[in-house]
Nanobody
C-alpha cells in the first residue's frame, strides 16, 4: 500500500522558487500515475501537473513554463520544481498517486507567495 508525504513548502517572495518533494512508501510506486494538486482557501482542489508511469507530463495552463514535474522510481519520489512564483500560486499542495484500483493522497504542504 502506497503512502505519500509531501515536503518543501514554505514562504517565498514573488519571483522566487521552491522545490516540493513527495516521498512514497510501498512497492508499487513505479506503476502509478502521479500528480500535484493544489487548493487555495475558498477554492476547489485543482490539478497542477501530472506525470504518467512512462514519464509523459502535462501541466495546467497557469503553471506551464514555470513548473516542472519529475519522478524518480528508484527512490520512490515525486518532485515539483516551481519557478517564477506568483501570489496566486499560494495554496496547499498535495501529491497524488493513481492506479486502476487506487487513489492515494498525501496530507499536503503549504506554499505561500508574498507580493
Amino acid at each position: 500500500q502506497v503512502q505519500l508525504v509531501e515536503s518543501g513548502g514554505g514562504l517565498v517572495q514573488a519571483g522566487g522558487s521552491l522545490r516540493l518533494s513527495c516521498a512514497a512508501s510501498g512497492s508499487d510506486f513505479s506503476i502509478g500515475a502521479l500528480g500535484w494538486y493544489r487548493q487555495a482557501p475558498g477554492k476547489e482542489r485543482e490539478l497542477v501537473a501530472q506525470i504518467t508511469r512512462g514519464a509523459i507530463t502535462d501541466y495546467a495552463d497557469s503553471v506551464r513554463g514555470r513548473f516542472t514535474i519529475s519522478r524518480d522510481n528508484a527512490k520512490n519520489t515525486l518532485a515539483l520544481q516551481m519557478n517564477s512564483l506568483r501570489p496566486e500560486d499560494t495554496a496547499v499542495y498535495y501529491c497524488n498517486y493513481v492506479t486502476w484500483n487506487r487513489v492515494v493522497w498525501g496530507r499536503g504542504t503549504q506554499v505561500t507567495v508574498s507580493s
